[in-house]
């Protein structure tokens, strides 16, 4: 339905409204484009999730993150994961430290802690070394810690692998797992972006998972990705 002004005064005013709706949403534009956002450097820190197992790695989450963001016309200088199938907390401190990577990203995402819980470890060991790993994830960030994330884990126990066990038990525990997570990276005015009830999507829709019925297919993935966005965006717009 439209609407028609005769009021010459009105007809002004809604002209006037138009032109700066439309500025701010041109601003709002530029501030995602790459003219005021720097060629960024994405580390993403965690296991089999983060890699991409049973799937092209150019399609896990890190490099469709990375896509997404070129195709907003942000730069994306460099995407670096650190991560491999079946790695704790205590692998992913670990490798990063085998590996040692530079302090100059500019994104760091951070995904543990479904192997934790797969081993049975102790919750105390995950609650400890999560800490541990957020102040790695800041350290590499250059020490900001508004330029990182955490992801929540997924749920693994609605795949048919999950459903092999014990899937209520799965995903009380799992859920335990995330409270942690988002417990202590909100103590530390750090986001956390929850996909897992997108992860329980795969219960009804075999098309989102890979071959090997437990790990993410590359259309789970930019379902996770597309509840990472706006996050993202906000961090590296710096609001």
């Known amino acids: 339905m439209k609407f028609y002004f005769t009021n010459p005064i009105i007809q002004f005013l809604v002209i006037i409204f138009s032109l700066i709706v439309g500025s701010c949403s041109q601003i709002k534009a530029q501030n995602i484009n790459s003219d005021q956002i720097p060629a960024i450097r994405y580390l993403a820190l ?111 126990g609605v795949t048919p692998f999950g459903q092999s066990r014990n899937p209520v038990v799965i995903r009380q525990e799992l859920q335990v797992y995330n409270d942690i997570a988002k417990k202590i990276s909100v103590g530390k005015n750090i986001p956390f972006v929850n996909i897992t009830p997108a992860s329980e999507l795969a219960k009804n829709d075999p098309s989102l998972l890979a071959s090997d019925d437990l790990h993410p297919s590359a259309k789970m993935y930019a379902m996770w990705v597309e509840e990472m966005l706006p996050t993202i965006i906000k961090i590296l717009s710096n609001e």
């Not at 990203?105 to 951070?110: A, D, H, I």
């Not at 802690?113 to 060991?125: A, C, F, S, T």
């Open 46 to 156: 965690g296991d089999s999730y983060t890699i991409g197992t049973g799937i092209d790695s150019l399609h896990n989450y890190p490099n469709q993150i990375s896509d997404s963001l070129q195709t907003r016309g942000i730069a994306v200088d460099t995407t670096s994961i650190i991560a491999t199938n079946g790695w704790t907390t205590s692998d992913l401190k670990q490798g990063i430290m085998t590996q040692s990577p530079d302090s100059t990203y500019t994104l760091v995402s951070l995904l543990i802690g479904v192997n934790n819980q797969y081993q049975g470890l102790n919750l105390d060991i995950y609650q400890k070394e999560f800490k541990q790993l957020l102040e790695n994830a800041i350290a590499l960030a250059g020490g900001i810690r508004s330029n990182v994330l955490v992801i929540s884990i997924p749920n693994y």
